[in-house]
């Protein structure tokens, strides 16, 4: 019988504190058991609690088999869920990177902690040479590993509370709150330890005396979690340029995989992320798994397994760092999973974005008004109201883009806007950057023609470090501040493009052109933070300050027949909330016809579709994700009106557990029931099950929830739609029930669990 995950907790608890962290033979260096709690037998998902973050010095070093290791002195970045150790001489390098209930260490070899290139000259940044092998690190290995003269120097380290890396202005009346009414966004900033490694320039380096170096490491309380970046600080008396830099170097353990695929195997218990993103996490981006050509006694005579990971920008950043001033890289996010579950990952990788963009938690209801006349605005804005929308949004195609607003529009919006807030209701704008061509002297230029097109992304996009581009920023925020809006859609957000021209304002060629315009981007969405504007992009922004991205979806989709419609859009949400929270993605609703498709794909007139625009709102606000509802009404006829007030009033009475962690049950198909629970062991309402039935009769089913991650023992009580009598079921050993349910003929129904 498989044993309950609490179980496993407290025997790999148990384990860890019989061999000082470390798992018995699995080779890593010997640490201080300190760093392996026995709070271990507490799950971090259920209670983060106890698990809070620490730095210190230690010594490495111990018997192994017959041979003593001498030891040596070292710095340990913990919080009893994962831990960093830093060798400290003769130079600084990371010698392991340990999950500690099974006490594994990521790291088998010692790597530089970065690489610069200063003026054409590579320099590392620490490390230690003279590792004899290259598959594991023996403590035996450590006394004897030599510093490289030409390295940057550790020379000492100090620590403090974590910084904001932005202003957040948080709007409440979007997030969850618990019963006392308080907002339930993670702290900002996150809680923990932020670590500075100093480095100072080679002795015997002329060129680069007076640069020096700072590495940072945070350790987050409550979640196997670190981040790393650089700071170049330049006291040379003169401007230099830093072309290149590598801020995070690891040689990982191997990951064999047969029958040709290789190559595509990488590490399945580390997830690394920056914010130097764009189009998607990952997409073009600093993030590079390789293969390790010094690895010589690897199990691949052809070296194809990708186990050296470094972090570094595809290209540039060529930033020149006048005299007396500094330089900051991005960041890069490490999260050590505990499982190679689908699920548990999931849930680890969504607590990460919680904790590092609590913004993403507001989640706004909103109508996409199509055309932005007072009258259609009004009588939008009139709706959301008495539905309970809380946004409207003056969408694309509507008549009015912020960026192309005229004086007098922005006078005319202000009165919308001002009329919003006086009703309850938010006001928001939209615009275009990339997918459009301005003129040659704008446009993102190809280095391999030196000229536009052919090159972008998304096919054509100005370039944000040009003339045009400077002073669309700048029209931006004109014109929000102008017309007092709430939001913007920025459609297209700087996707990465590189841009060869030499004559845009603010980039001088191409190695500086992905560097700049991201730099532009992320300014103006730390200005919205900062100012309490809600953002949509449709781009991996949420680092940097964006709230919401496309959950995922095909807009074409949205031009099939409307029964097609619904079992698709609940198959999105499925397959959209294993990475993401309910709250970081929207959904699209074509209220009219979008990409085509005529009357058979199309809702209006609401009160003729009635049955599919209710199974539209099930299928959404069941979920806690929210829609782009595009059309010029929310409803026409007062049984729509209630219908729509009816799933919002739903939402609101358990927007908590609703924007919580989604476990998935069953994927739909079309073929039988599916359901997702909401889970949160916080909450008094500790789940809630959603479950819908396509078919055209009705379904009895018994369907095990598992309520493991509620937090539910022993047993649970069930209540079907706030009303009938609770029914408590006994919880099996591995905290799931069995629930009998009937689901109506091309319905659905929902429990909450306590």
């Not at 002195?73 to 960093?84: D, P, S, Y």
């Not at 330890?193 to 700072?214: I, Y």
């Not at 309970?388 to 806007?417: N, Q």
């Not at 408590?728 to 069995?738: Q, V």
């Amino acid at each position: 019988m498989k044993r309950p995950f609490s179980l496993l907790l407290a025997a790999s608890a148990a384990l860890l504190a019989s061999t000082g962290g470390a798992a018995a033979g699995d080779g890593a260096v010997a640490h201080d058991a300190a760093t392996a709690p026995a709070t271990l037998k507490t799950d971090w998902l259920l209670d983060p609690a106890p698990f809070t973050g620490s730095v210190r010095e230690s010594t490495a070093g111990s018997t192994a088999g017959n041979t003593t290791a001498a030891a040596v002195k070292t710095l340990v970045i913990g919080n009893g869920l994962a831990e960093r150790v830093i060798q400290l001489a003769p130079n600084a390098a990371t010698i392991a990177l340990r999950e500690l209930r099974s006490g594994e260490n990521h790291v088998r070899a010692v790597r530089p902690e970065a690489l610069l290139t200063l003026d054409g000259e590579q320099v590392a940044v620490g490390g230690l040479t003279g590792q004899p092998i290259q598959n594991y690190l023996l403590p035996e290995f450590l006394p004897r590993l030599k510093s490289d003269p030409n390295a940057f120097k550790f020379s000492r380290w100090t620590t403090r509370e974590i910084q904001p890396r932005l202003e957040w202005k948080p709007r409440p009346e979007w997030l969850p709150k618990n019963a006392a009414g308080e907002p339930l966004a993670a702290a900002w900033p996150p809680k923990g330890t932020e670590v500075q490694l100093h480095f100072t320039a080679p002795p015997n380096n002329a060129k680069l005396r007076g640069v020096s170096v700072t590495v940072h490491y945070e350790i987050y309380d409550g979640i196997p979690l670190f981040c790393k970046w650089l700071t170049i600080a330049n006291n040379t008396g003169r401007e230099i340029t830093l072309d290149r830099f590598t801020s995070e170097i690891l040689a990982m353990p191997e990951q064999p995989w047969p029958d040709g695929e290789e190559a595509r195997r990488v590490c399945p218990k580390i997830h690394v992320e920056t914010d130097y993103s764009f189009c998607s996490n990952g997409y073009n981006g600093p993030v590079r798994w390789k293969t390790d050509p010094s690895y010589k006694t690897s199990i691949s005579w052809s070296h194809v397994f990708r186990c050296l990971l470094e972090v570094t920008p595809p290209i540039g950043p060529k930033q020149k760092i006048a005299a007396g001033t500094s330089f900051q890289t991005f960041r890069a996010w490490e999260l050590i999973y505990d499982s190679t579950e689908r699920e548990r990952r999931g849930l680890s990788l969504r607590k990460m974005y919680r904790a590092l963009a609590p913004w993403s938690q507001e989640n706004p209801i909103m109508q996409h008004v199509r055309n932005a006349d007072d009258k259609s605005v009004r009588n939008a804005i009139d709706q959301c109201a008495e539905t309970g929308f809380e946004l409207v949004i003056l969408t694309f195609g509507s008549g009015f883009a912020v960026d192309a607003a005229k004086p007098h529009d922005v006078e005319r919006v202000k009165r919308l806007a001002d009329y919003a807030h006086s009703k309850g209701i938010a006001l928001g704008g939209y615009s275009l950057f990339s997918s459009r061509k301005i003129n040659a002297d704008v446009d993102v230029v190809n280095p391999k023609t030196g000229k536009t097109g052919g090159f972008a992304i998304f096919g054509n996009a100005p370039c944000l470090a040009s003339d045009w581009g400077l002073k669309y920023l700048e029209k931006l925020r004109s014109v929000l501040n102008g017309a007092n809006m709430d939001m913007l859609e920025l459609d297209g957000p700087y996707p990465g493009d590189y841009c060869a021209s030499k004559k845009h304002a603010a980039h001088a060629s191409l190695d500086d052109s992905q560097w700049t315009q991201w730099k532009l981007q992320t300014d103006l969405f730390a200005w919205s933070r900062k100012n309490g504007l809600f953002v949509n992009a449709p781009d991996w922004y949420y680092l940097n300050g964006a709230n919401k991205s496309a959950l995922g979806y095909r807009e074409t989709n949205w031009s099939l027949p409307r029964a097609q419609q619904e079992i698709i859009e609940r198959q999105n949400i499925f397959d959209g909330t294993w990475d993401k929270t309910p709250s970081m993605g929207w959904m699209f609703v074509p209220l009219t016809v979008y990409h085509g498709g005529g009357k058979a794909a199309t809702i209006e007139p609401l009160d003729e579709h009635l049955e599919h625009y209710n199974m539209r709102l099930a299928n959404l606000f069941g979920a806690g994700v929210q829609a782009c509802w595009r059309g010029p009404r929310l409803y026409d006829t007062p049984r729509v009106r209630d219908t729509v007030k009816k799933w919002v009033a739903f939402y609101k009475k358990h927007r908590a557990i609703l924007d919580s962690d989604i476990i998935h049950l069953r994927r739909p198909d079309g073929q039988d029931w599916d359901g997702i629970l909401h889970v949160n062991p916080a909450l008094k309402e500790r789940a809630l099950l959603f479950v819908s039935n396509p078919l055209t009769h009705d379904i009895e089913r018994e369907i095990r929830v598992p309520l493991y991650y509620a937090g539910a023992t022993g047993s649970a009580t069930f209540r079907e739609q706030d009303a009938g009598a609770p029914l408590t079921l006994p919880l099996a050993r591995d905290n799931s029930a069995l629930l009998k349910v009937k689901i109506p003929a091309r319905s659905q129904t929902w429990f909450v669990v306590e």
